[in-house]
């Protein structure tokens, strides 16, 4: 389970949001002056993710909480969202050098246009594939309330 901290700003019928900071290692490595990544870090460095979950928890408003995603449905999706749209990019390329060849002239026009018609093929596929595996499996759960919020009216 891959877990994060955040604090709960919302809470509303039955569901938390709660807001996480977006984090990097990058200040700590050595090569981060030779490194785009890092630049990209520094770019989101500070921003903050608010996430919808369930709140089976109780938690309340200013809590920290912990909140988590399986492993792998976060494999899952990443080799839907990323993977195959490389791989049908690739194989509509290669069907369109070297198939479609035998049958009428092809130019490289036309393997770059086949090359982002199946790039596009792959989104769409991918996209009603995560679509079809269930919000309650791709959603953050809310692992427990690490911290309550003090409520300073009542001290």
């Not at 389970?1 to 569901?15: A, H, S």
């Not at 630049?39 to 921003?47: L, P, W």
């Not at 069907?95 to 049958?103: A, G």
């Not at 959603?139 to 009216?153: C, E, G, H």
């Amino acid at each position: 389970m891959i877990t994060e901290l955040g604090r709960v700003i919302k809470v509303e019928d039955g569901f938390a949001w709660v807001e996480t900071s977006v984090k990097s290692s990058c200040s700590s490595c050595a090569a981060k002056g030779n490194c785009g990544t890092s630049a990209v870090a520094e770019a989101v460095a500070g921003k903050t993710v608010v996430n919808k979950v369930n709140n089976d928890l109780g938690a309340e408003l200013g809590d920290q909480v912990e909140i988590g995603i399986e492993e792998d449905t976060l494999i899952y999706g990443a080799f839907y969202l990323y993977l195959v749209p490389l791989l049908t990019a690739i194989v509509f390329a290669l069907i369109s050098q070297f198939w479609l060849v035998r049958f009428f002239p092809i130019n490289e026009g036309i393997v770059i246009l086949s090359t982002f018609v199946g790039g596009i093929m792959g989104f769409y596929f991918s996209k009603h594939k995560l679509q079809s595996i269930g919000a309650d499996r791709s959603v953050a759960k809310l692992l427990k309330i690490k911290f309550k919020a003090i409520d300073v009216t009542q001290v």
